[in-house]
């Protein structure tokens, strides 16, 4: 796992409050902070495990309090959710733009790659289309073994 320097995290949440201004929305201190603990995790985490994090500078944060902001970062295409896990992660597309991506989840060290590959995209549109299927949401998750797991493990 790679856990972000916290320079580097300053400098993405700096990044999301610009992105969030240009689409006339404000990233308050609340999702600002809920944000920097998904980017400082360098793994997916929970809404519970966000929620312990939260409390220790925000003792009277509830469920409702990190679901709201997640769902606001969500939106805003800041964090994916990784449903198999119930965990969220951070959005490496850097203008936050809408994207169709894939998810590479290790079960050794439970790192998540994000990935968007087009290739992928377009193959899955062509083949719900040949059935006619029209597509509201589709996500991609692929577990395994990332390329450091399985090295360490020959
Ligand atoms: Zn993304
Ligand atoms: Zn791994």
């Known amino acids: 796992m790679t856990a972000h320097s916290p320079r580097r995290t300053a ?3 700096d990044a999301a409050a610009l992105s969030c201004a240009r689409e006339g929305v404000a990233l308050t201190n609340l999702r600002r902070q809920v944000l920097g603990l998904i980017l400082e995790a360098g793994g ?3 809404a519970y495990q966000l929620l312990d994090r939260l409390k220790k500078t925000r003792k009277q944060a509830v469920p409702p309090t990190i ?3 997640l769902d606001f970062l969500m939106a805003r295409r800041l964090i994916h959710k990784i449903e198999s896990l119930n965990a969220f992660i951070p959005c490496i597309e850097p203008t936050h733009a809408t994207h169709q ?3 590479l989840i290790c079960q050794s060290c439970g790192t998540v ?3 968007e590959d087009h290739a992928v995209s377009r193959a899955l549109g062509q083949a719900t289309a040949r ?4 597509v509201t949401h589709a996500l991609v998750e692929v577990t395994g073994e990332c390329a450091a797991c399985a090295q ?3």
């Open 113 to 115: 790659i994000e990935l």
């Open 67 to 69: 679901y709201r902001a």
């Open 131 to 134: 059935r006619g299927f029209h």
């Open 101 to 103: 991506a894939q998810f």
């Open 152 to 154: 360490a493990a020959a």
């Open 11 to 13: 400098a993405r949440l």
């Open 44 to 46: 997916p985490l929970t």
